[in-house]
């Protein structure tokens, strides 16, 4: 779970309750001010984490975090001293504008509790640097960012992120979209088993390929349908074809129409999607995560239609290419040949309960064949 520490140091005097008020409210990690008798009225809720002026560290700090700024090894050691010494909240900040700074960031993230970094240039390669040396460490990394944009990217970086981010707010807004923004997870869903009813050729239709941002596992697909309450698990091509190399990137997801599950039990069409779209990876074990759209690609092609029903009598319809080489996914991560599908065939897919419109699950009477 990622966490996040707000800066107040530069919230302006009319945004600062507020901006405090939201942070206790989201129950975010930390607050952090360079006043620790405005830090010493903030609830025993929040972590409260002074910043001292150079080598201002008050005598009694039994209540604060410390966050002390570092910039060589000796500032390292006495931290690591006072660390060993079993004194509470130990911090480091530091920051990173050149090789020897970046070390010191590595050193302190695998020896001390908890390490702030910030960085003089825009690039993350030195967050994944010092990502990758706290990797085994039991302390706590925490990456400053100017913005929720940035943080967003920051807990990407090596698909791990740093556990934290430090974010000064302009008001209590940017508080809960970055909350919201670092408690965001793709859930996993229960697939279904599904058997196939029939399958029907039905001539020439606009088919869509969606190619994504990211390699697919062997046991992954996107969740496509005709219908909102029910789709089927489609394959990736990551698997080997005869007549072509594989392009573990793509979905050959079926026809324009579509629906494609997303995120926050939404749907789009596929004819919706374009790139820079997010959608949603799934596995054959129910295990989800957002990926990104690189482009649509849409042509002509001969249809297919594929009707399976669930154990619980839901009907589920699926649109395709018609084509030996478009693949979906059976129980247990069998790959399977469209073309060669029969009744009574076991696909995967997963049953919805929730009516659409626009997307969105609504309760109203709906009904789709």
């Known amino acids: 779970m990622k966490f996040a ?45 002074y910043v001292p002026g150079p080598r201002a560290v008050p005598e009694d700090n039994h209540d604060l ?11 390292l050691g006495a931290l690591r001293a006072r660390h060993r010494d079993g004194e509470p909240g130990t911090a480091a900040l530091v920051n990173v504008t050149d ?43 925490i990456c400053q960012a100017a913005d929720v944009e940035e943080a967003r990217i920051i807990v990407d970086v090596l698909e791990k992120g740093s556990e934290g981010v430090l974010m000064a707010p302009r008001d209590a807004n940017d508080v809960f979209a970055l909350v919201e923004m670092l408690r965001t997870k793709t859930p996993d869903l229960q697939l279904s088993k599904l058997t196939v009813e029939s399958i029907e050729h039905l001539g020439l239709g606009d088919r869509v390929c969606i190619d994504t941002c ?7 697909g996107m969740l496509v349908g005709s219908y909102a309450h ?34 926050d039990n939404r749907t789009n069409y596929l004819s919706e999607l374009k790139a820079g779209s997010a959608v949603l990876a799934v596995g054959a074990d129910g295990r989800t995560r957002r990926i990104v759209v690189g482009r649509i690609k849409l042509e002509s092609r001969p249809l297919l239609g594929i009707r ?27 790959v399977l040949n469209v073309t060669e599908l029969k009744k009574g065939d076991a696909l995967l897919g997963y049953v919805a309960t929730d009516k659409r419109h626009v997307g969105w699950p609504v309760a109203e009477y709906c009904v789709e064949k």
């Open 214 to 220: 990211t390699h697919f596992e062997k046991d992954e």
């Open 308 to 334: 399976a029903v669930s154990e619980e009598g839901v009907e589920v319809s699926l649109i395709v290419q018609d084509d030996w080489h478009v693949r979906v996914l059976g129980p247990g991560a069998a």
């Open 65 to 75: 975090t410390v966050l002390q700024e570092i910039t060589d090894l000796d500032g």
């Open 230 to 263: 029910g789709f089927v698990l489609c394959v990736s091509e990551t698997h080997p074809l005869p007549y072509m190399p594989t392009r573990p990137f793509r979905i050959n997801a079926g026809a324009l129409h579509s629906y494609v599950l997303g995120q």
């Open 5 to 49: 520490w707000i800066d107040i140091r530069t919230v302006s005097a009319e945004q600062r309750e507020a901006v405090v008020d939201a942070a206790i409210h989201a129950r975010v990690d930390a607050i952090v001010d360079n006043d620790a008798e405005r830090l010493a009225t903030l609830p025993v809720t929040v972590k409260r984490v």
């Open 99 to 141: 090789d020897r700074t970046l070390r010191l960031a590595c050193d302190a993230a695998m020896s001390l509790p908890n390490t702030v970094v910030q960085f003089k240039d825009p690039t993350k390669i030195p967050l994944e640097i010092v990502i990758a040396a706290a990797d085994r460490s039991e302390g706590r990394l």
